[in-house]
T-cell receptor
């Protein structure tokens, strides 16, 4: 079974501080992992995926298979980063995309 | 990026009636579409995965006869909530992707209220 856990429902940091949103997964095979973001009054959109290994809007995420984690990080938070963040998993070759519970990130000025 | 459009954006229906929600990929062909349900302040719960031309795969606990999904073409999937009841009131979101493990694009969601 595919399962994604985001332990923090809410996370609040000050502008300029580092941010880390935690994501742990459970999957027996090789997972494809994604971070999606939902800004206020907008639809969900892809932020980044682990296979691309790129940095988007200053965010990075590294897949750690030993710890079954895919934490999202940014060294210096900006106010426009305030949003709802969802970690998602798709099993290799599998069809479905399963989401974690989401973390609401608030950046305080 | 690719665009996925849902229609309607919101709908109010009477208890016992059926309501259909459409999900269209406007500028790409979607081999797979997903239907999610989102309760207030909660995450997206996957209801079913739909492939063009074949029966949808429903998640455990989702009633197939209650939530009818049709994926008749590579650009259109529909979700019909049959004999709706107030507990079916929710935010329904669809997403679509071109191929397995590619980016999924999301619709804007449909707010269903059953009175």
């Amino acid at each position: 079974a595919q399962r994604v856990t985001q332990p923090e429902k809410l996370l609040s940091v000050f502008k300029g501080a580092p941010v880390e949103l935690k994501c742990n997964y459970s999957y027996s095979g090789s997972p494809e992992l994604f971070w999606y973001v939902q800004y206020s009054r907008q639809r969900l959109q892809l932020l980044l995926r682990h296979i691309s290994r790129e940095s988007i809007k200053g965010f990075t995420a590294d897949l750690n298979k030993g710890e079954t984690s895919f934490h999202l990080k940014k060294p210096f938070a900006q106010e426009e980063d305030s949003a709802m963040y969802y970690c998602a998993l798709s099993g290799q070759g599998a069809q479905k995309l399963v989401f974690g519970q989401g973390t609401r990130l608030t950046i305080n000025p | 990026g690719a665009v996925v459009s849902q229609h309607p954006s919101w709908v109010i229906c009477k208890s016992g009636t059926s309501v259909k929600i459409e999900c269209r990929s406007l500028d790409f062909q979607a081999t797979t579409m997903f239907w999610y349900r989102q309760f207030p302040k909660q995450s997206l719960m996957l209801m079913a995965t739909s492939n063009e031309g074949s029966k949808a795969t429903y998640e455990q606990g989702v009633e197939k006869d209650k939530f009818l999904i049709n994926h008749a073409s590579l650009t259109l999937s529909t979700l019909t909530v049959t004999s709706a009841h107030p507990e079916d009131s929710s935010f329904y979101i669809c997403s679509a992707r071109r191929a397995v493990n590619t980016e999924a694009f999301f619709g804007q969601g449909t707010r269903l209220t059953v009175v």
